[in-house]
Protein backbone atom coordinates (compact mmCIF):
# COMPACT_ATOMS: atom_id res chain seq x y z
CA UNK A 1 0.00 0.00 0.00
CA UNK A 2 1.15 3.31 -1.00
CA UNK A 3 2.30 5.83 2.13
CA UNK A 4 0.03 9.01 0.61
CA UNK A 5 -2.56 7.80 -2.10
CA UNK A 6 -4.48 10.44 -4.20
CA UNK A 7 -6.51 9.39 -7.10
CA UNK A 8 -4.16 11.01 -9.86
CA UNK A 9 -7.12 12.57 -12.08
CA UNK A 10 -7.15 13.87 -14.62
CA UNK A 11 -10.03 16.21 -12.68
CA UNK A 12 -11.37 18.51 -15.74
CA UNK A 13 -13.37 21.03 -14.35
CA UNK A 14 -15.08 24.69 -16.43
CA UNK A 15 -13.85 27.88 -15.10
CA UNK A 16 -16.04 28.81 -12.06
CA UNK A 17 -16.88 24.86 -10.77
CA UNK A 18 -15.97 24.06 -7.58
CA UNK A 19 -13.64 20.74 -7.27
CA UNK A 20 -12.31 18.26 -4.51
CA UNK A 21 -9.44 16.12 -3.92
CA UNK A 22 -9.30 13.48 -1.77
CA UNK A 23 -5.76 12.14 -0.16
CA UNK A 24 -5.27 8.72 2.32
CA UNK A 25 -2.09 7.82 4.28
CA UNK A 26 -1.42 5.31 5.97
CA UNK A 27 0.62 5.93 8.86
CA UNK A 28 -1.26 6.86 11.87
CA UNK A 29 2.01 8.72 13.34
CA UNK A 30 2.29 11.55 10.90
CA UNK A 31 2.50 14.73 11.88
CA UNK A 32 2.06 17.45 9.82
CA UNK A 33 -0.10 17.56 6.57
CA UNK A 34 0.09 20.06 3.45
CA UNK A 35 -0.94 20.51 -0.11
CA UNK A 36 1.35 21.36 -2.23
CA UNK A 37 1.04 22.63 -6.03
CA UNK A 38 3.75 21.45 -9.31
CA UNK A 39 2.52 23.36 -12.38
CA UNK A 40 4.14 21.31 -15.40
CA UNK A 41 8.43 21.17 -15.75
CA UNK A 42 8.17 23.15 -12.61
CA UNK A 43 8.86 22.70 -9.12
CA UNK A 44 6.57 21.76 -6.12
CA UNK A 45 5.32 24.96 -4.05
CA UNK A 46 3.56 24.92 -0.75
CA UNK A 47 -0.19 25.44 -1.42
CA UNK A 48 -1.15 25.57 2.52
CA UNK A 49 -0.81 23.18 5.40
CA UNK A 50 -3.66 20.91 6.88
CA UNK A 51 -4.28 22.09 10.62
CA UNK A 52 -6.85 19.40 12.66
CA UNK A 53 -9.61 21.96 12.64
CA UNK A 54 -9.50 22.66 9.25
CA UNK A 55 -8.40 26.17 7.44
CA UNK A 56 -9.45 28.01 4.55
CA UNK A 57 -6.96 30.45 2.53
CA UNK A 58 -9.18 32.54 -0.10
CA UNK A 59 -11.27 30.26 -2.45
CA UNK A 60 -9.14 26.60 -0.78
CA UNK A 61 -10.12 25.19 1.89
CA UNK A 62 -8.04 22.14 3.68
CA UNK A 63 -9.86 19.21 5.96
CA UNK A 64 -8.08 16.40 8.03
CA UNK A 65 -9.33 13.69 9.36
CA UNK A 66 -7.12 11.95 11.84
CA UNK A 67 -9.60 9.05 12.68
CA UNK A 68 -9.88 8.47 8.85
CA UNK A 69 -6.57 9.10 7.68
CA UNK A 70 -7.99 11.22 4.96
CA UNK A 71 -6.82 14.57 3.53
CA UNK A 72 -9.10 16.92 1.66
CA UNK A 73 -8.63 20.18 -0.59
CA UNK A 74 -11.53 21.91 -1.84
CA UNK A 75 -11.33 24.63 -4.76
CA UNK A 76 -14.06 27.32 -5.01
CA UNK A 77 -14.70 29.10 -8.42
CA UNK A 78 -12.17 27.56 -9.99
CA UNK A 79 -9.36 29.54 -12.52
CA UNK A 80 -7.41 28.62 -15.94
CA UNK A 81 -5.01 29.40 -13.43
CA UNK A 82 -5.65 26.68 -11.21
CA UNK A 83 -4.54 23.88 -13.33
CA UNK A 84 -1.73 21.83 -11.90
CA UNK A 85 -0.94 18.80 -10.10
CA UNK A 86 -1.63 19.39 -6.51
CA UNK A 87 0.37 17.40 -4.45
CA UNK A 88 -1.03 16.02 -1.07
CA UNK A 89 1.99 15.72 1.47
CA UNK A 90 2.43 13.94 4.86
CA UNK A 91 5.44 14.93 7.22
CA UNK A 92 6.10 12.09 10.02
CA UNK A 93 9.50 11.81 12.29
CA UNK A 94 11.28 8.49 11.57
CA UNK A 95 15.24 8.29 11.74
CA UNK A 96 14.55 12.02 11.23
CA UNK A 97 11.46 14.30 10.20
CA UNK A 98 10.89 13.39 6.40
CA UNK A 99 7.85 14.51 4.01
CA UNK A 100 6.62 11.66 2.35
CA UNK A 101 4.60 12.90 -1.09
CA UNK A 102 1.52 11.40 -3.05
CA UNK A 103 1.58 11.41 -6.77
CA UNK A 104 -0.22 13.95 -7.28
CA UNK A 105 -4.06 14.92 -8.77
CA UNK A 106 -3.96 16.73 -12.21
CA UNK A 107 -6.54 19.14 -12.21
CA UNK A 108 -7.45 20.78 -15.73
CA UNK A 109 -9.85 23.95 -15.43
CA UNK A 110 -11.01 25.08 -19.49
CA UNK A 111 -12.62 28.18 -20.28
CA UNK B 1 12.19 33.66 -7.26
CA UNK B 2 12.03 30.78 -4.44
CA UNK B 3 15.70 31.13 -2.89
CA UNK B 4 16.80 27.90 -4.49
CA UNK B 5 19.01 27.98 -7.46
CA UNK B 6 20.40 25.09 -8.76
CA UNK B 7 22.64 23.82 -12.17
CA UNK B 8 22.22 22.94 -14.69
CA UNK B 9 18.73 22.90 -15.21
CA UNK B 10 18.91 19.89 -17.93
CA UNK B 11 22.17 17.14 -17.98
CA UNK B 12 22.46 14.44 -20.92
CA UNK B 13 25.48 11.86 -19.73
CA UNK B 14 26.41 8.53 -20.68
CA UNK B 15 26.65 5.75 -18.20
CA UNK B 16 30.45 6.19 -17.72
CA UNK B 17 30.27 9.76 -17.61
CA UNK B 18 30.22 11.59 -14.09
CA UNK B 19 29.24 14.74 -12.83
CA UNK B 20 27.39 16.85 -10.38
CA UNK B 21 24.32 18.79 -9.68
CA UNK B 22 24.61 22.25 -7.85
CA UNK B 23 22.22 23.55 -5.19
CA UNK B 24 22.60 27.26 -3.67
CA UNK B 25 19.49 28.29 -1.36
CA UNK B 26 19.63 32.48 -0.38
CA UNK B 27 17.39 31.79 2.55
CA UNK B 28 19.56 31.63 5.22
CA UNK B 29 18.26 28.07 5.93
CA UNK B 30 19.92 25.40 8.02
CA UNK B 31 17.92 21.95 6.80
CA UNK B 32 19.17 20.96 2.58
CA UNK B 33 17.40 17.56 0.84
CA UNK B 34 17.91 16.15 -2.44
CA UNK B 35 14.57 14.75 -3.66
CA UNK B 36 14.18 12.38 -7.24
CA UNK B 37 10.83 12.74 -9.28
CA UNK B 38 10.91 10.07 -11.79
CA UNK B 39 7.79 9.87 -14.36
CA UNK B 40 4.21 9.36 -12.78
CA UNK B 41 6.03 8.74 -9.39
CA UNK B 42 6.01 10.48 -6.33
CA UNK B 43 8.84 12.56 -5.04
CA UNK B 44 11.66 10.55 -3.24
CA UNK B 45 13.45 12.03 -0.97
CA UNK B 46 17.32 11.10 -1.43
CA UNK B 47 19.01 12.58 1.46
CA UNK B 48 18.76 15.13 4.31
CA UNK B 49 21.83 17.83 5.51
CA UNK B 50 21.04 19.36 8.50
CA UNK B 51 23.96 21.91 9.72
CA UNK B 52 25.73 20.44 6.63
CA UNK B 53 25.82 16.71 8.33
CA UNK B 54 23.66 13.95 7.08
CA UNK B 55 20.84 13.23 8.94
CA UNK B 56 19.21 10.83 6.28
CA UNK B 57 20.32 8.26 3.63
CA UNK B 58 17.41 6.74 2.12
CA UNK B 59 18.84 3.61 0.75
CA UNK B 60 20.35 5.13 -2.43
CA UNK B 61 22.80 3.67 -3.98
CA UNK B 62 26.00 4.89 -3.97
CA UNK B 63 26.59 5.83 -7.69
CA UNK B 64 24.88 8.88 -6.24
CA UNK B 65 27.10 10.46 -3.83
CA UNK B 66 26.06 13.67 -1.78
CA UNK B 67 28.60 16.79 -0.22
CA UNK B 68 27.47 19.95 1.38
CA UNK B 69 30.30 21.95 2.29
CA UNK B 70 28.05 24.69 4.00
CA UNK B 71 24.79 25.33 5.18
CA UNK B 72 24.28 26.86 1.85
CA UNK B 73 25.35 24.73 -0.87
CA UNK B 74 24.43 21.15 -1.65
CA UNK B 75 26.09 18.81 -4.30
CA UNK B 76 24.87 15.80 -6.03
CA UNK B 77 27.72 13.73 -7.92
CA UNK B 78 26.96 11.46 -10.38
CA UNK B 79 28.68 7.74 -11.41
CA UNK B 80 27.91 5.02 -13.98
CA UNK B 81 24.39 6.39 -13.67
CA UNK B 82 21.95 3.97 -15.27
CA UNK B 83 19.38 4.81 -17.80
CA UNK B 84 16.59 4.34 -15.20
CA UNK B 85 18.21 7.27 -13.47
CA UNK B 86 16.73 10.09 -15.40
CA UNK B 87 14.42 11.50 -13.45
CA UNK B 88 14.05 15.26 -12.19
CA UNK B 89 16.36 16.25 -9.36
CA UNK B 90 14.63 18.45 -7.09
CA UNK B 91 16.55 20.67 -4.22
CA UNK B 92 15.02 21.73 -1.23
CA UNK B 93 15.76 23.85 1.81
CA UNK B 94 14.01 24.53 4.86
CA UNK B 95 14.77 26.62 8.34
CA UNK B 96 15.41 23.40 10.18
CA UNK B 97 14.99 19.47 10.17
CA UNK B 98 12.20 18.19 12.24
CA UNK B 99 9.67 20.92 12.46
CA UNK B 100 6.15 19.94 12.24
CA UNK B 101 5.66 23.44 10.11
CA UNK B 102 8.74 24.19 8.40
CA UNK B 103 7.68 24.74 5.10
CA UNK B 104 10.29 23.20 2.26
CA UNK B 105 11.26 25.65 -0.78
CA UNK B 106 12.10 23.13 -3.88
CA UNK B 107 14.44 24.50 -6.36
CA UNK B 108 13.65 24.46 -10.28
CA UNK B 109 15.31 21.04 -10.38
CA UNK B 110 17.58 19.54 -13.19
CA UNK B 111 16.60 16.95 -15.34
CA UNK B 112 18.60 14.42 -15.79
CA UNK B 113 18.60 11.99 -18.93
CA UNK B 114 21.23 9.02 -18.66
CA UNK B 115 21.85 7.60 -22.25
Not at chain 1, 105 to 110: E, F, H, I, Q, S
Not at chain 2, 88 to 93: G, H, I, K, P
Amino acid sequence: RKEVEQDPGPFNVPEGATVAFNCTYSNSASQSFFWYRQDCRKEPKLLMSVYSSGNEDGRFTAQLNRASQYISLLIRDSKLSDSATYLCVVGLMDSSYKLIFGSGTRLLVRP
Amino acid sequence: ETGVTQTPRHLVMGMTNKKSLKCEQHLGHNAMYWYKQSAKKPLELMFVYSLEERVENNSVPSRFSPECPNSSHLFLHLHTLQPEDSALYLCASSQDVGGSTDTQYFGPGTRLTVL
